[in-house]
């Protein structure tokens, strides 16, 4: 039966379920977010996000008009395609750039997290409540669904969406069976600022993303540069950010520093010494910078440069974990999204992504229930179906990029190296394995 009057609960206010929440509200959709941090800036991290054509594509769907605009004008470029290298520089492969002349929503921007979630909150004062810890969740003989929070309180709606991250409560108590594995991966990454010159850094290193293949570990950079001047930006969409109540400076905090250049490093965890974490936190970024310069003796000089040069206070360890495949369940009025259900290792910047396309499959799901269209469960059931198809992809291909940085057998990384360099010579190949 139709459910014109939907009402949608959401648990989590990252960016999955913040995009899906503007897109339900632009809607008309009755919707709310529950998110445990206690205020919009609790956790803000000062990097930028790839956002990929998909995620471009979705932003754009789900956001006003003026919002899009403004994180348009406000990110960065990332550049054309992909470079794979050795780690001696010699080109192994360039993934095919997009045409140019696409339209601002079909490319891909480099947006930082800052910005990105001030837009994404814009407009939603009396929709998102910060301090909400979800604990669980009841289903009700109604049809209905009950989200229960730390401080005692709860939600009802039509539908719940858990948009609660990796370590996700509501998919623990919807599919307990759901894992998240460990990979042996360790990642070590930092950002080196553009601001004066940097003429030693090899072309590709501050125009497009590179991926380094070694004959041990991996090296992934990508660069982060402004469209145009601070200034120009405010006097093109200053108005705009204040007819949307969003102060300009604080908008654009981080958008102001020097452009950079991100490196991520990944090893083989044994291959780097087990007390990694030991040094204080003062002296540990200079620590990682020294394990990763020490590891790269007979790389290209310009790539040693670059992590030698980095800021000790900008050097951090990641570790990573993985979604293990999930089946389809029964569909029921809980649903998942984003990293929730299918969380991946950041190699390759694949998982906002997913998580904004999940929003937007969601949203024109609901739409079209909202409108009597479709009946509520059938229409989740095929968003699972679309969402479980493209997360677990983005899931095997960031797990393939992770097996590639920690193949511990020669033998194989030279296959590897092969191949790419196949690819980068046969056009139709490389079309055929990398487009999408
Ligand atoms: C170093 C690094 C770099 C990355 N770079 C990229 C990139 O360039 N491109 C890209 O696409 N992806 C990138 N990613 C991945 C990306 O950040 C995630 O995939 C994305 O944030 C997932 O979005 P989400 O909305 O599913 O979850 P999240 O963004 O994690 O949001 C989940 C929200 O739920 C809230 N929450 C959690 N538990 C509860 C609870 N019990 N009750 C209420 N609220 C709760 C959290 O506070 C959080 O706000 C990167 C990740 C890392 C670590």
């Not at 000062?46 to 956001?63: F, K, M, T, W």
């Not at 909150?121 to 998102?128: F, H, N, S, Y």
């Not at 089946?327 to 809980?334: F, L, R, Y």
Request: glycine content about 10%.
């Amino acid at each position: 039966m139709p459910t014109p009057t939907l009402r949608v609960v959401i648990v989590g206010g990252g960016i999955g379920g913040l995009c899906l929440a503007q897109g339900l509200h632009a809607a008309g959709i009755d919707v709310e977010v529950f998110e445990r941090d206690a205020a919009p800036d609790a956790r803000l991290q000062g990097y930028r996000l790839n956002i990929e054509p998909v995620g471009s594509q979705a932003l754009h769907d789900c956001l006003p008009a003026h919002l899009w605009r403004i994180l348009v004008a406000t990110a960065g470029d990332p550049g054309p395609g992909m470079g794979v290298f050795t780690e001696r520089m010699r080109l192994l492969m360039r993934e095919d750039a997009p045409p140019t002349e696409r339209d601002s929503s079909e490319q891909a921007h480099a947006v930082s997290r800052v910005t990105l979630r001030r837009l994404l909150l814009a407009g939603l004062d009396d929709i998102v409540h910060f301090g909400k810890e979800f604990t669980s969740y009841r289903q009700n003989a109604d049809g209905t669904v009950t989200a229960l929070f730390a401080d005692g309180t709860s939600a009802t709606g039509d539908l719940l969406v858990g948009a609660d991250g990796a370590n996700s409560r509501v998919r623990r108590q919807l599919l307990p069976h759901a894992r998240r594995s460990p990979v042996p991966g360790v990642g070590i990454g930092g950002k080196l600022p553009l601001g004066d010159g940097k003429a030693w850094l090899p072309k590709e290193m501050t125009s497009t993303k590179n991926m380094f293949l070694p004959k041990r570990d991996f090296l992934f950079t990508a660069v982060f540069r402004r469209r145009e001047a601070g200034s120009a930006t405010f006097e093109r969409v200053g108005d705009q950010m204040r007819a949307a109540d969003l102060d300009p400076d604080l908008l654009t905090q981080d958008a102001k520093d020097d452009d950079y250049v991100m490196w991520a490093y990944v090893a083989h965890r044994r291959a780097l010494p087990a007390n990694l974490l030991d040094t204080p936190a003062g002296g540990r970024g200079q620590r990682l910078r020294e394990l990763v310069t020490s590891r790269l003796i007979d790389w290209h000089p310009g790539l040693r440069e670059l992590i030698a040069q980095t800021p000790a206070d900008t050097v951090e360890r990641f570790d990573f974990a993985t979604a293990e495949p999930v089946k389809p369940w029964p569909t029921t009025n809980v649903t998942v999204l984003g990293d929730a259900i299918h969380s991946m290792p950041p190699v390759g910047g694949l998982g906002g992504n997913a998580a904004l396309y999940d929003a937007d499959a969601l949203r024109r799901a609901l739409i079209a229930v909202s409108q009597g269209e479709a009946d509520l469960l059938p229409a989740i059931a095929e968003y699972e179906r679309a969402m479980l198809k493209n997360g677990f992809a983005a899931v095997r291909a960031a797990t393939m990029y992770l097996r590639l940085a920690t193949l511990p057998n020669r033998a194989v990384r030279i296959i590897a190296r092969t191949f790419f360099r196949l690819c980068g010579v046969l056009p139709p190949l490389r079309r055929a394995i990398f487009s999408d």
